[in-house]
């Protein structure tokens, strides 16, 4: 993963932190909310990861679990 690769797979990993983390909130506090919108961020973040020797990729599954997790609680 180059660089500029990196620095776009960690915007986007904090882009879904944060809607993720507004969701929850919403959800606290009674709001429906619409997933559609992490679709999109996800399966990029997954093809910035599937683009990758496997071996360059242990820290990133291990953030792509993490995300799947927080979904999960949702």
Known sequence: ???TELSNFNSKV????SLV???????D???SIEL????????ELCR???SNPAEDNT???????SIMQSL???
């Open 1 to 3: 993963m180059t660089s």
């Open 14 to 17: 904090e882009r879904v932190s």
């Open 21 to 27: 983390n507004t969701a929850k909130r919403l959800l």
């Open 29 to 31: 506090e009674g709001q």
């Open 36 to 43: 559609s919108a992490l679709t999109g961020h996800v399966e």
């Open 48 to 50: 910035y990861v599937q």
């Open 59 to 65: 820290p990133h599954k291990t953030t792509l679990k």
């Open 72 to 74: 999960d609680e949702l």
